[in-house]
């Protein structure tokens, strides 16, 4: 069964009835912003949003669903107290408009890529350690066998990273799925386990001191940089600190920027979570990074295992299968090592 005519099996929509041919839909005038529209409806659950989304006013996207319905012939959403959610009906419509979609951005990018001579476009995303650990590596390898194809990478959180690849985005990602997520909707693989530490600068009161490693008790009082609230990594770390009884630290900076996090580090006592990966690359730089220092404490942090997340039943590209095979092998030369 072709993409295309998956739309037209739309489970609990008599699409063979007198109303409906084989094309019923196209001929009662079912667009491509129709599609974009109820993704976006679903994505967002606000129609404000998904207006924004196809960038037309409110009430065109109303008038846009209210055609959608009568070419359907079945509600396709509800109001909520904070907006709209899909019914069963526009759940299945979204579902096939996603992966139609998602054939016509391969079917340009394919296009694209037949014009200029190029090897191929890779999307992908990670959160930062396996970014840093497993990603570089295997871009190196790609770089060498297969010069032609074009890596675009994001670095996020797991929660956007997860949503983008729904969004069809990223071929895959290198992430966790967030809670709030159905986790039927991927194929995940676990590849390996997040290691975090503190860093400080060169200079740091803590570093100076001769009786071994910091304790939480020691560093509360420290001013902290922390990822954003909700983040993986501040949640393991508040965690440890709450199964110890030890007060959280009060004075907070919160940033997503790696680049912001080193600055506040180096220039004052504040103390940063970040992935081990990444503070073994800062601590070997020769540049203002090389003041980052790991601090020596008394306790782990372990971070909750990343997984390769591809959509189920979406098939990855020819460039994006060969990414992502490398990344595996990496994975698994490193566990082995």
């Known amino acids: 069964m072709t993409i295309i005519s998956e739309l037209f099996s739309l489970e609990h929509v008599d699409i063979h009835s007198d109303n409906f041919?084989?094309?019923?839909?196209?001929?009662?005038?079912?667009?491509?912003?129709?599609?974009?529209?109820?993704?976006?409806i679903e994505d967002s659950g606000q129609i404000s949003a998904a207006a924004e989304v196809l960038n037309i006013s409110q009430p065109a996207a109303s008038r846009m669903l209210s055609d959608?319905?009568?070419?359907?012939?079945?509600?396709?959403?509800?109001?909520?107290?904070?907006?709209v959610v899909l019914t069963t009906f526009g759940e299945a419509l979204a579902r096939r408009a996603r992966k139609i979609l998602l054939e016509l951005r391969e079917a340009s990018r394919e296009i694209g890529e037949l014009k200029s001579g190029k090897g191929g476009?890779?999307?992908?995303?990670?959160?930062?350690?396996?970014?840093?650990s497993l990603v570089v590596p295997a871009i190196n390898t790609v770089r060498k066998t297969f010069p032609g194809i074009e890596v675009n990478i994001q670095v996020e959180t797991s929660n956007v990273l997860a949503r983008e690849l729904l969004a069809a985005r990223h071929d895959f990602i290198i992430s966790r799925i967030p809670d709030d997520l159905n986790p039927r909707l991927f194929e995940v693989r676990e590849i390996g386990?997040?290691?975090?530490?503190?860093?400080?600068?060169?200079?740091?009161?803590?570093?100076?001191?001769?009786?071994?490693?910091s304790s939480l008790a020691e560093i509360k009082d420290?001013?902290?940089?922390?990822?954003?609230?909700?983040?993986?990594l501040r949640r393991t770390i508040e965690d440890i600190f709450l199964s110890r009884a030890?007060?959280?630290?009060?004075?907070?900076?919160?940033?997503?920027?790696?680049?912001?996090t080193c600055a506040i580090i180096c220039e004052t006592d504040a103390i940063a979570p970040v992935a081990v990966d990444v503070a073994q690359f800062l601590a070997s730089q020769s540049s203002n990074a090389s003041d980052v220092r790991i601090l020596p404490i008394d306790f782990e942090i372990n971070v909750k295992?990343?997984?390769?997340?591809?959509?189920?039943?979406r098939a990855l590209p020819p460039s994006a299968r060969l990414l992502y095979d490398l990344i595996l092998e990496e994975s698994i030369r490193q566990a082995e090592g």
């Not at 530490?197 to 803590?206: A, N, Y």
């Not at 295992?305 to 039943?313: A, D, F, K």
């Open 121 to 132: 476009s890779v999307f992908i995303g990670a959160v930062t350690a396996p970014a840093m």
């Open 193 to 213: 386990v997040e290691k975090a530490c503190l860093i400080v600068r060169s200079r740091h009161p803590l570093l100076k001191k001769k009786k071994g490693p």
């Open 246 to 260: 030890v007060r959280l630290p009060e004075n907070i900076v919160n940033t997503s920027s790696l680049l912001l």
């Open 222 to 232: 420290y001013d902290w940089v922390f990822q954003p609230p909700g983040t993986l």
């Open 21 to 40: 041919g084989d094309d019923g839909f196209l001929r009662a005038g079912l667009k491509l912003n129709h599609l974009r529209m109820i993704v976006a």
């Open 68 to 83: 959608m319905e009568s070419i359907v012939k079945t509600p396709l959403y509800e109001r909520v107290a904070r907006g």
């Open 305 to 313: 295992p990343y997984s390769l997340i591809t959509v189920r039943e």
